[in-house]
């Protein structure tokens, strides 16, 4: 069954949802996006991924196409026509269509919005954990801004796949700063866990934000601070957050089996308390 995709006001059938070649998305990567996951229908953490939207297009001098009210209303209206149960809302805004030019044009901003249908309670790296390796952090210096540059971490999907690894961390400085698609996290032998402090250098993960808030209401201490593949290898858990991924445990890092090499009890035990906690307030 063909899809209902959003263009610019319009819910089309995906073989009609189309983009002008002319459009800055597409010639410049000058576009921002957002990923908002669905279950039984609904929405988790909208608000926050709605508000990091708006951050992200301000930090670039982009045009808002329309208010955070109406965003909602169109991520409704998607589920609605696409008949989404579980999976994810992909919504993608451009600056817009104009003549090639390094100088950003005062144009209309373009919005593109699709759904994906996907398990992401029951998936097979929340049962069995996943594998990563290390690889140089090759991307540019504003991370924080959710930006469609995605070749850097496609090249390092791509290099963990080659290398028999479900995804890869990425070290700058000799310091891990994220994952390609989420945020990293080790748990210390004593049960703290470390990851890396928020700056320019990583995104400001929206189930970050909300994982560290339940961490703490569960009395687990968190470390906000960089750290090593060399302290992840020692560490008694290591895991990941994304929107997508809730909390995905990681139970080998470049060929190290990390603890015991099974999924940890603190990624296991947040990965319940965050989706059963973002499920109350899910719209
Ligand atoms: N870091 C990067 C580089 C990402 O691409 C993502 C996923 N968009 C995240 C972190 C996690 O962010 P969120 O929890 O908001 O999905």
Redesign the pocket.
Known sequence: MSRTVYVNGDYLPEEDAKISVFDRGFLMADAVYE?TSVIDGKMLDFAGHATRLMRSLGEIDMKAPCSIDELEAIHREMIKRNDLTEGLIYLQVTRGIADRDFVYPDVEPSMVLFTQAKSVVNSLIAKHGMKVISIPDIRWGR?DI?TVQLLA?SMGKMAAKAAGADDAWLVEDGFVT?GT???AYIVKQDGTIVTRDLSHD??S????EAVLRFAAEAQIKVEERPFTIEEAKQAKEAFV???TTFVGPVVEIDGVMIGDGKVGDTARRLREIYISESLKTAI
């Open positions: 990923v991370r959710k971490p994220e698609s989420n945020n990583i995104l993960g929206i189930t970050r957050t994304s929107a």
